[in-house]
């Protein structure tokens, strides 16, 4: 069958569509038949995917960073016919600035690689999230996460994964904090909180790993809530952000880390909230997650 290459061009500061011509000839070297459709404004991937699912395209293949990743399964999703209906075939071509769910799933980040990967049409059952009705591949945030997001997005003369790290230097020297509600499956908490951060996936921001035990493959949401009160102390647990295992943040005192199916979580001010990267809304109180077990046809090794 014909597969749907849905390429966004602004990725990675438009290095996407630099890379394209790379792309193409990966594609065309791994004997994959195609076609292009090629994002135009904001979300437009989304409507791209949809339309594509509805023509009958497999697979579909998002051609960008994690944020396309994640309009693309949005779009996946308006297609079917109801939330419990598997999606894809889906695949990817990483062409974005961190690739974290390509790095958290041990897919080749190499071209030539991706398009093996596709025309090999081999797939496997992955979860995706979801919050408030919206679904995210990776992972969604609240809290000092996604405002170091809306930070590093005004950021325009640092490239790469410098950037981020800038971005939450700056972030964690604004010092948010919020009050918040939590529950989940056996647990509640109330009181103050830094973030809240919900992973599909391990990985984020390309160095951070901000749910160090999520698997996109175990059914739960895996999740992380808590706060550092002095700027000195969030700069301390900075660092430790950056290590998946032994010596991970969520071993630190007043950070905890949970794994579950649905999280509901009510803040007395409102946050900014992403999903994959991506800012759904600046200013949010109430959200409800939910994990979708196996859902995501995604094609891998």
Known sequence: MTAKIILNP???????????????????AAAVDFELAVSEHPHHTIELAEQAARQG???????????????VVNGLARAAKDDQALLGPFGILPLGSANDLVDNLALPKDLMGAARV???????PMD?????????????????EPYITLVQQRITWIKGMLRYLVAAVSGIMDKPLWSAEIDWEGGHYQGAMLLVTVGNGARTGGVFYMAPHADPFDGKLTFVYGLRRTRLKMFAVLPKTMKRDAGSYVETVDIHEEHSTWIKIHVDTPTPAHIDGEIFSEAIQDLEYRIHPGRLQILLP
């Open 118 to 124: 596709i025309a090999a049409g081999k797939t496997r």
């Open 128 to 144: 995706i999230g979801s919050v408030n009705g919206l679904y995210f591949a990776n992972n969604s945030a609240i809290g000092l």
């Open 57 to 71: 395209f497999s697979p579909i293949i998002a051609a960008g960073g994690d944020g396309t990743i994640g309009e």
């Open 10 to 28: 602004y990725s990675n500061r438009w290095n996407a569509k630099k890379r394209w011509p790379e792309a193409e000839a990966a594609l065309k």
